[in-house]
């Protein structure tokens, strides 16, 4: 089993930054592609970047330019760097592997406001 801590949201203005941490726990963590997922408020969750184990990265459309994906596999770490946020990017966001095969963490909520 591997458990994942989502850490770094918070509430940032239009055009603005964040970067998102999931610390994950199990030796084996660098085995998997990760992901990380966003459900905003009466949407279903939805993946918007994955990074494979070699570190091959693919983005949804709808962040594509803005966002970045990264893992340190020392460190049991994945990050998504955010840039230029929108309105439309509130939600709460989850890591996982890229195929759900593990539990989700509490996730970490991401509020663009101004």
């Known amino acids: 089993q591997v458990q994942f801590v989502e850490s770094g949201g918070g509430l940032v203005q239009p055009g603005g930054s964040l970067r998102l941490s999931c610390a994950a726990s199990?030796?084996?963590?660098?085995?998997?592609?990760m992901g990380w997922y966003r459900q905003a408020p009466g949407k279903q969750r939805d993946l918007v970047a994955r990074?494979?184990?070699?570190?091959?990265?693919n983005y949804a459309d709808s962040v594509k330019g803005r966002f970045t994906i990264s893992r340190d596999n020392a460190k049991n770490t994945v990050y998504m760097q955010m840039n230029s946020l929108k309105p439309e990017d509130t939600a709460v966001y989850y890591c996982?592997?890229?195929?759900?095969?593990?539990?989700w963490g509490q996730g970490t909520q991401v509020t663009v406001s101004s």
């Open positions: 996982n592997t890229d195929r759900v095969l593990f539990t």
């Open positions: 199990g030796r084996i963590f660098r085995l998997y592609a």
């Open positions: 990074i494979a184990s070699g570190g091959s990265t």
